[in-house]
T-cell receptor, first 115, second 110 residues
Framework: EPEVTQTPSHQVTQMGQEVILRCVPI?????FYWYRQILGQKVEFLVS????????KSEIFDDQFSVERPDGSNFTLKIRSTKLEDSAMYFC?????????????FGPGTRLTVL | GQQLNQSPQSMFIQEGEDVSMNCTSS?????WLWYKQDPGEGPVLLIA?????ELTSNGRLTAQFGITRKDSFLNISASIPSDVGIYFC??????????FGQGTRLTINP
């Protein structure tokens, strides 16, 4: 069964450093998303991406964040200068064709720890 | 912003018992979803609901989309050890983002 994959599974970085989280969505899916989950809290939407551009973003997704689909398979989330409060699980999700009945499939997540 | 209130926050039950949890919102959603999250994993979709009043089952799981479109519940019958985890409701209005509830942590005593 096709699945969303994410690398690395765990990233430890120093405050102020740049990190890139990588995702490989399900092949032939068209819509891509990033969510984050601070430890013990709910999953929060960050950004959605379709047709090579951001279609929606949340207040969390400020100028320090960017997303990119550099090739036909990868979807990345970059945090330019990490802060302590960026420590969280980051989930990538993808969705297929435009239809009200297609749902998002989530990857296993990347745990980001900012020291 | 849009918020989903999910209850209870946690449940401690005996194996074999039935479980019920629910979500309410002040806003209308067109789609209600229920996900399960195991430790260190991403959310896995359990049930999707698309029509107000819809009642849908997936094995021992049953979920309903409230008639007002502002609430949903999930029932698990005859719980087993592998049901342990965190259950999240999520609402979707259009084609894009999901709004998640705070989660219900289910613990089962054998």
């Amino acid at each position: 069964e096709p699945e969303v994959t994410q690398t690395p599974s765990h990233q430890v970085t120093q405050m102020g450093q740049e990190v890139i989280l990588r995702c490989v969505p399900i092949s032939n899916h068209l819509y891509f998303y990033w969510y984050r989950q601070i430890l013990g809290q709910k999953v929060e939407f960050l950004v959605s991406f379709y047709n090579n551009e951001i279609s929606e973003k949340s207040e969390i997704f400020d100028d320090q964040f960017s997303v990119e689909r550099p090739d036909g398979s990868n979807f990345t989330l970059k945090i330019r200068s990490t802060k302590l409060e960026d420590s969280a699980m980051y989930f990538c999700a993808s969705r297929g064709q435009e239809s009200s009945y297609n749902e998002q499939f989530f990857g296993p997540g990347t745990r980001l720890t900012v020291l | 912003g849009q918020q989903l209130n999910q209850s209870p926050q946690s449940m401690f039950i005996q194996e074999g018992e039935d479980v019920s949890m629910n979500c309410t919102s002040s806003s209308i959603f067109n789609t209600w979803l229920w996900y399960k999250q195991d430790p260190g994993e991403g959310p896995v979709l359990l049930i999707a609901l698309y029509k107000a009043g819809e009642l849908t089952s997936n094995g021992r799981l049953t979920a309903q989309f409230g008639i007002t479109r502002k609430d949903s519940f999930l029932n698990i019958s005859a719980s087993i050890p592998s049901d342990v985890g965190i259950y999240f409701c999520a609402g979707r209005r259009g084609a894009q983002k999901l709004v998640f509830g705070q989660g219900t942590r289910l613990t089962i005593n054998p």
